[in-house]
DNA sequence: ACCTATCGTTTACAGTTGTAAACTCAGTTT
DNA sequence: AAACTGAGTTTACAACTGTAAACGATAGGT
């Protein structure tokens, strides 16, 4: 069960790598670069460099399986989706993130207890939100700050 | 007013610089130079590299101003910011993206208006929305694909 | 007309990322 | 036992990023 918090981030071509290891739950390198070289135009060297990476970084563990390794992710997939996400709505303007969302979910395909969830959320949310959220691009004291 | 789709990303450091600029609608050295380096610890110098690389992407314009520059914004912000979140979220595995936005809403502080957007938006979606997404981490030919 | 304060440009440099070949070592095959 | 094969490790290298100093030109003051 992976719960460690990671400190290095996981770069855009590691994460393709984790997925695949999400997803199996757990699998020898032969696997991954199975399935990645049919996925990208990767080499099978590229894709060793990256689970090399992402054991030295953390994210993935390893046990001995004979002469070979299984690799086991050491940090959980919605844990990482959800600090990837935060992290870039936080460098985001505060006020600009509502109409940002609304966007992102126009775009993406979401099942119906995934919108039913969403929408409870909201639903209470609003009984606390604010009126607005302003914009906290200037410092706190600059004159015309919006 | 901005409408230039961008080839190039914008980076974290220049996503600052983009905020300043963005919020003011235009600014010359001076002004950004002397915002950001009150919110960072950042030196004249280093704004001045990101001033530079975000004219030479195409991300600010400028306009002579005697012996300065005035930049201004030849993207819109709130056009930057959905892309960077669906490339985010494209990235990431499509059956835990409806979690990954709980989250992202629950962190987030949203104003009345716009939870409600939301909720509007959620509602139609409903109507059209699947039971449920599948994962689309492995090749879909793969024999245990999730 | 000369000096100086700027503003923008050039150069610098280490660390990260994408991409991949080369190498090493331990089992497996003949 | 010698050769081979495949897994993991080392090395490579260019582009991109974060961070910043140095430099060159030019508008303004004296």
Known sequence: MPTT??????????WRVMRIVWTLGQADSHTIIDLLVRQHDWKPATIKTLIGR??????????KDGRQY???P???EQAAMDTALTTELSQMCAMC??????????ETELSQDDIQTLI?????????APTAVSCDCLP???????
Chains 1, 2 share one sequence.
């Open 5 to 14: 918090e990671l400190t290095a981030t996981i770069t855009d071509a590691e």
């Open 54 to 63: 992402l054991v030295k970084k953390g994210a993935l563990g390893t046990t």
């Open 70 to 72: 299984i690799y086991h």
């Open 74 to 76: 050491l940090v959980a």
């Open 97 to 106: 993130r509502g109409k940002s969302f609304v966007h992102a979910i126009d």
């Open 120 to 128: 409870s959320h909201l639903q209470k949310k609003l009984t606390t």
């Open 140 to 146: 706190a004291d600059y004159e015309g700050s919006c």
